[in-house]
């Protein structure tokens, strides 16, 4: 368990349970139950608890950008033009239209956003980062290109 506010308290069964969803979300009740030691019913309860309770936020397919031809991934850094709400609010809202950015955070520190995007080519990425540029005025916009994924993980159950 911890004290991190909003956490959901799981025991070591739970944990069980979701480093084998982690790692495969097709793995059948009928193979998850004997593997954590329940049998099927309380196994059943216990993912549906975990669904609801919003630690399970979904089963999905992990896909290869590369295979799927979207081999360059860009982290993009942003620096606010200004902090308003309504700055805000139009940034979340291109940042929620480009199917580019797959995924978003806002930080702390001399960054303010940092985006992860990814695209077919350096030409694709330099039209996507034409069209964020002019969508909202920003400060600074940095971007930094991956070589190489040599990690991608689960958060640590």
């Avoid at 979904?58 to 942003?78: C, D, I």
């Avoid at 199917?99 to 956003?113: H, K, L, N, T």
Wanted: hydrophobic content about 50%; aromatic content about 8%; charged content about 20%.
């Amino acid at each position: 368990m911890t004290d991190t506010p909003g956490a959901v308290a799981l025991d070591e069964i739970d944990r069980a349970i979701l480093r084998l969803l982690a790692r495969d979300a097709t793995m059948p009740l009928t193979a998850i139950a004997p593997a954590v030691g329940l049998s099927a019913t309380p196994c059943w309860k216990r993912i549906k608890r975990l669904e609801e309770s919003g630690v399970i936020l979904g089963r999905v397919a992990l896909l290869s950008p590369e295979r799927l031809g979207y081999p360059v991934s860009a982290f993009v850094s942003v620096e606010a033009a200004d902090h308003s709400v309504e700055w805000l609010r139009r940034f979340a809202d291109v940042v929620a239209t480009m199917p580019q950015i797959v995924g978003a955070w806002r930080m702390s520190g001399d960054v303010d956003y940092l985006l992860h995007v990814m695209t077919p080519d350096i030409p694709a990425y330099d039209a996507f980062y034409r069209r964020l540029i002019s969508a909202v005025p920003m400060r600074n916009v940095s971007s930094r290109f991956a070589m190489e994924r040599m990690k991608s993980a689960p958060p640590p159950i």
